[in-house]
């Protein structure tokens, strides 16, 4: 059985919360349950965590937007499982969700030189601070930017050394989870 939905959207009115947003790039490659879609946001988001109190009513939006599909799956030791899929129209608005976040970056790194450039070197360290402590990606392609065009200062130079930091500490813990878990697969008798 599938589910089908309540009404059709006009395109133009498609407007999609981050949660709902993360749900389609998460079934983008492959159709999953509920449960399945929260452990992967988990893997992925960290520290941040998203409840199934907020997944399941997203996934349900969803299908009443049909840009997703739920099918139910019988189980023999339990109750019925949903397993969701994009459907040709979600993977149109997903598609268009990511070409405007990558608008989006591209417009506040914009925003953020225009900023920089307009309050000097004094009023711009407070921000320069501010993007080493919260390892901003948009500060990093603001600083980025400023030394490929010969203007790096110090201060930018230093920014950059506590970035190249903050990445080997995390590139460490991407490599050991990488090795936690080719250890755990050798040990069920998996593959690499």
């Known amino acids: ?20 947003v993360l749900i389609l790039a998460i079934l983008k490659d492959n159709p999953a349950h509920g449960y399945v879609i929260i452990q992967k946001l ?89 993007t080493v402590r919260e390892r901003s990606p948009i500060g990093f392609a603001a600083m980025k930017a400023r030394c490929e065009s010969g203007r790096c200062s110090q201060r930018h130079l230093e920014f950059l050394k506590q970035y190249r930091s903050y990445l080997n500490h995390e590139l460490d813990w991407v490599n050991k989870q990488l090795e936690d878990m080719k250890s755990s697969m050798k040990k069920e008798g998996g593959e690499e």
């Not at 059985?1 to 709902?20: A, D, I």
């Not at 979600?90 to 969700?97: D, E, F, I, N, P």
């Not at 591209?106 to 320069?128: D, N």
Request: glycine residues 10%; without cysteine; positive net charge.
């Open 1 to 20: 059985m599938t589910f089908s939905s309540m009404g059709r959207l006009k395109p133009h009115k498609t407007r999609l919360s981050p949660v709902q």
């Open 42 to 130: 988990g893997e992925r988001l960290g520290p941040i965590r998203v409840k199934s109190g907020t997944i399941y009513p997203a996934l349900h939006r969803l299908v009443e937007k049909e840009l997703i599909n739920g099918t139910h799956v019988p189980q023999e030791d339990g109750p019925d499982t949903v397993k969701y899929q994009l459907t040709p129209k979600g993977r149109k608005v997903l598609s268009v969700a990511l070409q405007n976040l990558d608008s989006e970056w591209g417009a506040q790194g914009k925003i953020w030189r225009f900023l920089v450039s307009q309050a000097g070197e004094r009023a711009a360290a407070p921000l320069l601070d501010w």
